[in-house]
């Protein structure tokens, strides 16, 4: 079973950035990545990252955030840049594994840490 944990989230304003972070209890995990889930939505893939560095986004975050891990600590970031209300959510780090540069599937969940952006 692999533990994830979470930290970095927050209030910021409009146009602020934020940096989550994920630290894994495993090693060699194969794919990482974040989703969210806003109030009243689905919950949705944020990004998601294979250990070999292939990377994915999902289309309203591409150019204002940043997926990046380190493999020798385990760990998964999130730099969110530009936010906007509509980022919104509380965002869960998972755990799993890449099928091809921009397929996963992903088994493991963290606890979830809330971003508020608003004035």
């Known amino acids: 079973q692999v533990q994830l944990v979470e930290s970095g989230g927050g209030l910021v304003q409009p146009g602020g950035s934020l940096r989550l972070s994920c630290a894994a209890s495993?090693?060699?995990?194969?794919?990482m990545g974040w989703y969210r889930r806003a109030p009243g939505k689905q919950r949705e893939l944020v990004a998601a990252?294979?250990?070999?560095?292939?990377?994915k986004y999902t289309d309203s975050v591409k150019g204002r955030f940043t997926i990046s891990r380190d493999n020798a600590n385990n760990t998964v970031y999130l730099q969110m840049n530009n936010l906007k209300p509509e980022d919104t959510a509380v965002y869960y780090c998972?755990?799993?594994?890449?099928?091809?540069?921009?397929?996963?599937?992903?088994?493991?969940w963290g606890q979830g840490t809330q971003v508020t952006v608003s004035s």
């Open positions: 998972t755990a799993g594994s890449a099928y091809g540069p921009t397929s996963f599937v992903f088994q493991y």
């Open positions: 495993a090693n060699s995990i194969n794919a």
């Open positions: 990252i294979s250990n070999g560095g292939s990377t």
